[in-house]
């Protein structure tokens, strides 16, 4: 069996960071991976937390970059940033754990890091294709966001071949359960296979693109994400991870991409 090196891990710049700009205790301490937001209120308020030798009980403080932050006795630090891109797989859930044992796509990308990432929102257990996994917060809820929708292009397989007339409902718009839905653009993908379709969306509702074609009496048999917010499965075959450049993390955490 042939064995790939791993990826060396890359060290981020996050030239978008203001040194002067105060930021919440809580968030703080869930940026380093301690806890989350809402247990950091609860270490803050039970008196575990210190800024600067001094117990610190109020809710909502902001401390600077300069300030020395301990908990339980120790000096609580930034956790480095992780940016990982998978091309998933099928058969794989986009959990961070699984209560069935089923695959997840944590268990795939287990040895990027030391530090907890967690998938930028979801793709079906079937779905393959473009996902970021990240512990960037802050970048993970502007990129899920229903104000900051991102483009992401989906390939769509179906049971049949697609009706002309059907493709352009689906560009002007469809109505399902939870509103209306339309297609920012779609076009076949060949001129002879006709049960094949590229579409491209903004939409962050859950399993959007299947039941888009649900909804008109098509089977989707095959759903492959190719772009997502200005990243692509270029040269990454499935199931197989990398490591985001330093230019593709700028671009991303200035909104850059679509």
């Known amino acids: ?10 060290d981020y710049v996050l030239e978008d960071i203001d040194p002067n700009e105060q930021i919440r205790l809580n968030k703080y301490m869930a940026n380093a991976g301690i806890c989350s937001r809402r247990e950091a209120d609860e270490y803050i308020t039970g008196g575990k937390v ?6 610190v009980t109020e809710l909502g403080t902001k401390i600077s970059r300069d300030d020395v932050v301990e908990f339980d006795e120790k ?3 930034p956790e480095r940033k992780c940016y990982v891109l998978l091309n998933k797989p099928k058969d794989c ?13 944590l268990d795939i990308v287990k040895n990027a890091c030391r530090e907890r990432i967690y998938p930028v929102g979801r793709l079906d257990r079937n779905t393959t294709g473009v996902l970021l996994l990240t512990n960037d917060g802050d970048l993970a809820s502007k990129l899920t966001h229903p104000k900051y929708v991102k483009k992401k292009i989906y390939h769509v397989w179906t049971d049949r071949d697609i009706a002309e007339e059907d493709m352009q409902r689906i560009a ?9 839905i339309h ?9 002879t296979d006709r049960n094949q379709a590229g579409i491209e969306i903004h ?5 959007i693109v299947r039941r ?4 008109l009496g098509y089977r989707v048999t095959k759903l492959d994400r190719v772009y997502f917010a200005g990243l692509t499965k270029k040269n990454l075959p499935r199931g197989r991870w990398r490591y985001l450049t330093q230019e593709e993390v700028n671009y991303l955490r200035m909104g850059s991409f679509e």
């Not at 939409?203 to 399993?207: E, I, K």
Request: net charge negative.
């Open 50 to 55: 210190k800024v600067n030798g001094e117990v």
């Open 203 to 207: 939409s962050g509702r859950n399993r």
């Open 75 to 77: 000096v609580v630090t």
């Open 183 to 191: 297609a920012d653009a779609i076009s076949y993908v060949s001129d």
């Open 93 to 105: 859930v986009t959990t961070s754990d699984d209560p069935n044992g089923r695959t997840t796509v």
């Open 1 to 10: 069996m042939k064995f790939t090196p791993r990826p060396k891990q890359v």
């Open 212 to 215: 888009i074609f649900e909804s």
């Open 172 to 180: 002007d718009g469809i109505e399902l359960e939870d509103g209306e």
